[in-house]
């Protein structure tokens, strides 16, 4: 087991067993909701509101990772929920955030998640355990793929999005973004029956200010999302 499979496995099962309990926070001096912007991530959003990255987790349980987070949409600062609600929520959003770090360790290391899970039995039986609880979509991490054709350009260029191993027949929106930062929605598309997807994405001048730019594509409930390979920016602007 490596150091990020461990860390996974050990998050499930200490997670699985706290009280749902959580401690009453003082209010952030943004109020009790921000605004993404472009380029925010967990660290800069708990700076500006004078709050912390754990709080924003626990009040906005469909949030696992800066790159959740979508620009233009409202989060949480304070959780509105019970405990009880929270609780729920933060089992449902941990299922999902094992299934998609798996998957994305899986694509570093070149590796099938099949394999990686099965050096990890335990991880393996408590995420489909979690995954049929709460009826979450599974997305194949082994047939989920994305590929970008071509794989750099400069800002303004269009660039043909494939995927395979989807859900299928669910709506999605492609969204765009530097890595583990904020993605913006820049288009809205559909699954295929057959699970696959294809588009052709304009990638926005203003990618021009990164070296590296990640297309998303985002379940419309949430549910999954799958992404690009760091699509390489070179030059300025068309």
């Known amino acids: 087991m490596n150091v990020r499979q461990f860390a996974l496995s050990s998050a499930l099962v200490a997670f699985l067993g706290t009280s749902p309990g ?37 009040s906005n349980p469909g949030i696992e990772g800066s790159n959740d987070l979508q620009v233009g949409s409202k989060i949480n600062l304070r959780s509105s929920t019970s405990s009880s609600q929270e609780t729920t929520e933060r089992l449902r959003s941990l299922a999902r955030e094992t299934g998609n770090a798996l998957t994305d360790m899986a694509q570093e290391l070149g590796a099938s998640v099949d394999d990686l899970l ?88 203003w990618a021009s200010d990164y070296d590296r730019f990640v297309l998303t594509i985002a379940d419309m409930e949430g549910d999954w999302k799958v992404r690009s390979a760091p699509f390489q920016i070179t030059g300025g602007k068309l």
């Open 118 to 205: 099965n050096k990890n039995p335990d991880l393996q039986q408590r995420l489909r355990r979690l995954g049929d609880r709460f009826n979450i979509p599974r997305v194949d991490a082994d047939k989920a793929q994305v590929s970008l054709t071509p794989e750099s350009g400069s800002a303004g260029s269009t660039v043909t999005v494939s995927a395979t191993g989807l859900p299928p027949d669910r709506p999605v929106a492609i969204g765009g973004g530097a890595p583990r930062s904020a993605y913006e929605v820049l288009d809205n598309a559909r699954t295929t029956a057959e699970g696959t997807f294809q588009a052709s994405v304009k990638i926005p001048e």
């Open 22 to 58: 959580l401690a009453q926070e003082a209010r952030p001096i943004c109020g009790d909701t921000a605004v993404v912007k472009r380029s925010d991530t967990l660290s800069s959003i708990a700076d500006r509101c004078d709050t912390t990255e754990a709080a924003i987790l626990r």
